[in-house]
């Protein structure tokens, strides 16, 4: 059996997933690593707590077959830029360097629809940044997710979604083609699709929302 390796276990798709394995039989340890120690009491789980102003310390435990990252911020929740920065880009890629380093087989970044690195909205810059790095790493397997807008609940309020899901709800009975990445897509196919892909042997790096919610769907 395998061992999970999360980090964003209390974010909106981190919770889910860590919830879900938790359920399924597919990994006999899950880590993961917080800031705060969550009520868990379960044999399979290590809760690491851990500042991630100071991986390093943490190298050693960040060992086993599959890394989840699924840390992610507003520019709301984090106005400061080097900070944002910090944890929008320099974490996930130092995360990536020390699992890589310490030879674990498959990573799964949680990016965004249309992250490029050279997009002019500083979100979608920073996730298309570290798409390109994580690429360069060489990961046995890299699978790069990128949902469009989330349907679930969030812990926080969010007024650019309160605005935009209806529109985008409308637009789904529109979206056919290239357009059909831009559906909007819920948070549990999202997991099912990550879990589904770890289980897989394709050499695919980047699932758009669409492809996401066909993998959901296969079993």
């Known amino acids: 059996m395998k061992t999970a390796i999360i980090f964003g276990s209390s974010g909106l798709i981190g919770n889910e997933l860590f919830k879900t394995i938790l359920l399924k039989n597919v990994y006999s340890k899950i880590k ?18 851990t500042d991630f102003k100071n991986l390093e310390k943490y190298k050693d435990k960040i060992k086993g077959d599959d890394c989840y ?22 974490l ?3 995360i990536a360097i020390i699992a890589k380093e310490n030879s674990v087989n498959s ?8 992250a490029n690195p050279k997009a002019s909205s500083g979100y979608l810059k920073n996730k298309g940044q570290v798409e390109e790095e994580l690429k360069n790493l060489n990961f046995s397997k890299l699978a790069i997710i ?18 935009f899901t209806p529109v985008m709800n409308t637009l789904t009975l529109f979206a ?23 289980l897989n042997t394709s050499n695919k790096m980047v699932y758009e929302s669409n492809e996401l919610e066909a993998i959901a769907q296969s079993n």
């Open 107 to 114: 990573f799964f970044y949680v990016s965004s629809i249309g």
């Open 69 to 90: 990252f699924c840390i992610g911020t507003t520019k709301k929740d984090t106005p400061d830029k080097s900070e944002y920065r910090r944890i929008e880009y320099n």
């Open 32 to 49: 993961i690593f917080v800031r705060t120690i969550p009520e868990v009491n379960n044999p399979k789980v290590e809760i690491i707590k």
């Open 176 to 198: 056919f083609g290239s357009l059909k990445k831009y559906k909007p897509i819920k948070i549990e196919n999202v997991v099912k699709a990550m879990l589904n892909i770890s």
């Open 92 to 94: 996930p890629v130092n």
């Open 146 to 163: 990128r949902p469009s807008l989330l349907i679930g609940n969030r812990k926080s309020f969010r007024l650019g979604e309160v605005i």
